[in-house]
């Protein structure tokens, strides 16, 4: 670069400022202070960036699971309602006399209307 001009005249590096030029021990140690204090600086602010995204991260797990589990126990809980529902209509009177009803030949026509009428008010009340 010593040989570049620029056209007044000027080389490049004459149009530096002398404080980046490190000539004189002012500049020199005035330029150590501006380093000893930015690479501490920059270093801490990099960990401190490090540490924040792990603990968020490790909270952000921590939610996505406490979440599912409750999820898990809502859909268990519905899941047992549901079952429960199934087990009580079908083992209702109406739905195990009726079945047996519908076996003999006199009673089968009203016995099977009557299961019929019953599991439609049962599919109506719940419809899951």
Request: a neutral charge.
């Amino acid at each position: 670069m010593p040989g570049r001009t620029s056209p007044e005249g000027t080389t490049v590096i004459d149009q530096i400022p002398k404080v980046l030029r490190l000539e004189s021990i002012k500049s020199r140690i005035v330029g150590l202070a501006l380093l000893a204090t930015l690479i501490p600086s920059l270093g801490m602010a990099w960990i401190s960036y490090v540490q924040n995204h792990a603990a968020l991260t490790d909270k952000i797990a921590e939610e996505l699971q406490s979440v599912s589990a409750q999820a898990a126990r809502e859909i268990n809980l519905w899941l047992k309602e549901r079952l429960y529902d199934v087990r009580v209509f079908a083992s209702s009177y109406e739905v195990t006399e009726n079945i047996t009803r519908t076996r003999r030949p006199a009673d089968g026509g009203r016995a099977s209307a009557r299961l019929n009428d019953y599991l439609t008010s049962v599919e109506e009340r719940f419809p899951d």
